[in-house]
């Protein structure tokens, strides 16, 4: 069932909450999806949003850290071409994470990844947030996946009236993106 448009949605069992876009479904609902994980799909188009909770890599630093998780989800998609067009640090002023974010960044780029039961790989082109929570040894990695018209991302003719998602809804998410119980970090 899609979600209503512009409110706050609890994430992560309500540790999180964020605005999602208008024509969301939480995959969840679908299938099962990893507990680090939140994912949405989009209800008439192939685009999804993936917000992560990963372990802080603290081995990389500023824009090579966007670099790397950009490459180590291509490397778990079995990517075959990967691509980043540009890489820019996001303000934490713009963040309701400003107070507990270090660092962030925002990259886009492209990657070649075939689905499950699929031969050929398409080109899918992703922008990815890295908000850097350093105090809670985290990463926290959100992916807005999205895959190009010509890829028949239309379900069919019926959802001609949901609009695709655009990259001011990705960032709209990511700004709102506002953390409720830092006890999902476990003991600090």
């Not at 609009?163 to 409720?180: I, R």
């Amino acid at each position: 069932m899609p979600m209503e448009p512009s409110r706050a949605y609890p994430l992560f069992g309500g540790a999180f909450s964020a605005i999602l876009p208008p024509a969301t479904i939480d995959v969840s609902d679908l299938r099962p999806v990893p507990d680090n994980q939140e994912v949405f799909c989009h209800r008439a188009t192939d685009q999804s949003l993936i917000v992560e909770l990963l372990e802080l890599q603290a081995h990389v630093q500023g824009e090579e850290a966007a670099r790397y998780h950009f490459e180590d989800v291509g490397g778990v998609q079995g990517a075959r071409g990967v691509h980043v067009e540009a890489v820019r640090p996001l303000p934490l002023e713009n963040l309701a994470l400003r107070n507990c974010c270090q660092e962030a960044w925002i990259l886009s780029g492209k990657q070649q990844v075939a689905k499950e039961n699929q031969q050929v790989a398409k080109e899918v082109t992703l922008h990815q947030a890295l908000l850097r929570l350093a105090q809670y040894h985290t990463d926290l990695l959100l992916t807005f996946n999205q895959p190009h018209p010509e890829n028949g991302s239309c379900h069919g003719p019926e959802n001609v009236s949901s609009l695709p998602w655009s990259l001011g809804d990705f960032e709209q998410l990511v700004t709102s993106l506002t953390l409720h119980d830092p006890n999902i970090f476990g003991p600090q």
